[in-house]
């Protein structure tokens, strides 16, 4: 398992992890969102749910707030 929160930057940071992404022993990652922040580094939420989608994860948690944890695993 692994977090990421890097205060918007987490679609890059994502994006950059493509490597790491694809290991099957990966089997859960929580990714702080904060839409304001990511949209700092022209990101939304949407790059990253599909992203997470692309690598075989999906989201196991709903949030509606300014900042949260989301939880995906495969």
Do not use: C
Request: no cysteine; proline share 3%; hydrophobic share 50%.
């Amino acid at each position: 398992a692994a977090k990421i929160d890097v205060e918007g930057a987490e679609f890059l940071v994502l994006k950059g992890f493509h490597h790491l992404l694809q290991l099957p022993s990966l089997k859960m990652i929580v990714v702080e969102i904060t839409p304001s922040f990511l949209a700092r580094f022209n990101s939304t939420e949407v790059q990253i749910y599909d992203l997470m989608l692309q690598y075989g994860f999906k989201a196991i948690t709903q949030a509606v707030s300014w900042q949260f944890d989301q939880i995906f695993v495969r």
